[in-house]
């Protein structure tokens, strides 16, 4: 079974707009981390935004939010006001086992539109 | 302050041929990590290690080996190199407290085997 869930391939959204991009995750572990990467066409590996599985705020980050629920294993993340800058590949990512082992959804493309 | 450096950024290679990426970081990062990224798709998980001496296998481990004999560095050593291995290697490390967890990445090492 996929550990993380990504099930929109591209997205679009128009510029000032709030977007969520999806994201579940399957782990049996009580103790978890998860992530949002921001990876732009120049390829390089941005990181957004963290959330610990016993956090019980969701965690912030200027214009990002992660919506955590945790009984639906979702990491939703939510970009708000919508930049052009923004249109880029998200990935979500995971760590467990231990906080050891991290891996990665297929992502998402999100493309922002003037 | 290089943070994690990779090299090669390019290479080609011919089938059945070998060789090693190397990846360092100076950050006194316990945790280190090699994915691949193929084309339009998220990360996957070669192999990763908690600390020197020590490595595991990720998601998809077959046709690479990895060593770790000091903290700062973290090859990934390919053997006959096939086509199916050509991709976008990245290493990446972090702090081994978990609940903190940004990955911090080098710059991608581009493979392509002929």
Not at chain 1, 36 to 45: A, D, N, R, T
Request: glycine fraction near 10%; proline fraction near 4%; include cysteine.
């Amino acid at each position: 079974a996929q550990k993380i869930t990504q099930t929109q391939p591209g997205m679009f959204v128009q510029e000032k707009e709030a977007v969520t991009l999806d994201c579940t995750y399957d782990t049996s572990d009580q103790s978890y981390g998860l992530f949002w990467y921001k990876q732009p066409s120049s390829g390089e590996m941005i990181f957004l935004i963290y959330q610990g599985s016993y956090d019980e705020q969701n965690a912030t980050e200027g214009r990002y939010s992660l919506n955590f629920q945790k009984a639906r294993k979702s990491a939703n993340l939510v970009i708000s006001a919508s930049q052009l800058g923004d249109s880029a590949m998200y990935f979500c990512a995971m760590n467990d086992e231990g906080y050891q082992k991290v891996t990665f959804g297929i992502g998402t493309k999100l493309q922002v539109i003037p | 302050n290089a943070g994690v450096t990779q090299t090669p950024k390019f290479r080609i290679l011919k089938i059945g041929q070998s060789m090693t990426l190397q990846c360092t970081q100076d950050m006194n990062h316990n945790y280190m990590y090699w994915y691949r990224q193929d084309p339009g798709m998220g990360l996957k998980l070669i192999y990763y290690s908690v600390g020197a001496g020590i490595t595991d296998k990720g998601e998809v481990p077959n046709g690479y080996n990895v060593s770790r004999s000091t903290t700062e560095d973290f090859p990934l050593r390919l053997e006959l190199a096939a086509p199916s291995q050509t991709s976008v290697y990245f290493c990446a490390s972090s702090y081994s407290i978990g609940n903190t967890g940004e990955l911090f990445f080098g710059e991608g090492s581009r493979l392509t085997v002929l």
